[in-house]
C-alpha cells in the first residue's frame, strides 16, 4: 500500500525548532519529487517546500525562506522538515505529499504544529 | 504569491451539477496548464481529483472533470451524491517554481 505518515509535530514556544519526518513505503521514493504543505486551523491549504528526487533543487514559499529547510534520505525513504524561528503564524496541520508530475498525488494523514507561549 | 480565488461556497441537489471556478493570474493558471483539484472532507487529508487541468486520476469517478479557460480554471461535478460534500481545493504551478493554492469552496448537497 502506498503510505505517507508523518511524525514530529507538538507545541513549541515562538522562535523555537521542530523538525517534521514523513515515512513512505509502497512506491520507489527515489523516484519522486516530494512536497510539504500546510494548512491553518480552519484555513486553506498553502504549499510550503518541495524537493528534487535527489535532494539537490529545492523550493520554498516566501514566508519560510531562511527559516525551513526540507532534506530527503533516500535511503530510508524518509523526507525532512527542519523549522526554526518558529512563528505563530506557522501553526497548522503539515502534510507531506508526493508529486506526480505538477500535482500532489499522494498524501499523508498530518501532522499538528502549534506555536505558541 | 496571492492565492487563488475561488467562491466560498457551492451547493446543488443529489444528481445535479455545480461548477466551481478558480481565479488566478497569467503567473499560474493563465501561464500553465498545470491546474490541480483537491477534494477534502472534515479532518481528512486532501484527495487528488483532477490533475493537468483535465486528467482525472485512477479511481477518481467520471462525473468530475476540469476545465480552462485564459487565467480561470473550473471543476465540475455532475450528478451530485452525497459523498460530494466536501471542501475543494484547486492549485496551480507557477512562475518561480512556487504552486500556489485556491481559497477553497465548500460543496453542499442540498
Known amino acids: 500500500e502506498v503510505q505517507l505518515v508523518e511524525s514530529g509535530g507538538g507545541l513549541v514556544q515562538p522562535g523555537g525548532s521542530l523538525r517534521l519526518s514523513c515515512a513512505a513505503s509502497?512506491?520507489?521514493?527515489?523516484?519522486?519529487?516530494m512536497s510539504w504543505v500546510r494548512q491553518a486551523p480552519g484555513e486553506g491549504l498553502e504549499w510550503v517546500a518541495n524537493?528534487?528526487?535527489?535532494?539537490?533543487?529545492?523550493y520554498f514559499v516566501d514566508s519560510v525562506k531562511g527559516r525551513f529547510t526540507i532534506s530527503r534520505d533516500n535511503a530510508k525513504n524518509s523526507l525532512y522538515l527542519q523549522m526554526n524561528n518558529l512563528r505563530a503564524e506557522d501553526t497548522a496541520v503539515y502534510y507531506c505529499?508526493?508529486?506526480?508530475?505538477?500535482?500532489?498525488?499522494?498524501w499523508g494523514q498530518g501532522t499538528m504544529v502549534t506555536v505558541s507561549s | 504569491q496571492s492565492a487563488l480565488t475561488q467562491p466560498p461556497s457551492a451547493s446543488g441537489s443529489p444528481g445535479q451539477s455545480v461548477t466551481i471556478s478558480c481565479t488566478g493570474t497569467?503567473?499560474?493558471?493563465?501561464?500553465?496548464?498545470?491546474v490541480s483539484w483537491y477534494q477534502q472532507h472534515p479532518g481528512k487529508a486532501p484527495k487528488l481529483m483532477i490533475y493537468?487541468?483535465?486528467k482525472r486520476p485512477s479511481g477518481v469517478p467520471d462525473r468530475f472533470s476540469g476545465s480552462k479557460s485564459g487565467n480561470t480554471a473550473s471543476l465540475t461535478v455532475s450528478g451530485l451524491q452525497a459523498e460530494d460534500e466536501a471542501d475543494y481545493y484547486c492549485t496551480s504551478y507557477a512562475v518561480g517554481n512556487n504552486y500556489v493554492f485556491g481559497t477553497g469552496t465548500k460543496v453542499t448537497v442540498l
Open positions: 505529499a508526493r508529486n506526480e508530475f505538477t500535482a500532489f498525488d499522494i
Open positions: 509502497g512506491f520507489t521514493f527515489s523516484s519522486h519529487w
Open positions: 524537493i528534487k528526487e535527489d535532494g539537490s533543487v529545492k
Open positions: 497569467s503567473s499560474d493558471v493563465g501561464g500553465y496548464d498545470y
Open positions: 493537468d487541468v483535465t
